[in-house]
Nanobody, 126 residues
């Protein structure tokens, strides 16, 4: 069982930056692939970034590539999402998730994640 708690969301002006953190409980954090998703009002939840169990392989969606970066610190049981050059269309609730899948380094499908955080709101004003 893994419990995930996101933090770092808030209100920011367009062009600004935020760093989201997701702290995980448990001693086997390093066995989970991790991902960040977001869900804007009346839209489906979308995958935006993933990191493999070691932190050596990362992937970000093309729409945020160059602006967002995912990383993890297994010693701190934490995964991060650095968001720069934020745009109003980045406004959403951001969720982190943990996947037990070991057959691939990056997991992009929401239904392949086993544990989810409660989400943190990010609002970008124009």
């Amino acid at each position: 069982q893994v419990q995930l708690v996101e933090s770092g969301g808030g209100l920011v002006q367009a062009g600004g930056s935020l760093r989201l953190s997701c702290a995980a409980s448990g001693r086997i954090f390093s066995t989970y692939a991790m991902g960040w998703f977001r869900q804007a009002p009346e839209k489906v939840r979308e995958f935006i970034a993933g990191v493999d169990r070691s932190g050596g392989i990362t992937y970000v969606l093309d729409s945020v590539k160059g602006r967002f970066a995912i990383s993890r610190d297994n010693a701190k049981n934490t995964v991060y999402l650095q968001m720069n050059s934020l745009k109003p269309e980045d406004t959403a609730v951001y969720y982190c998730a943990a996947s037990r899948i070991t057959t691939k380094p990056i997991v992009t499908a929401a239904n392949e994640y086993n544990y989810w955080g409660q989400g943190t709101q990010v609002t970008v004003s124009s």
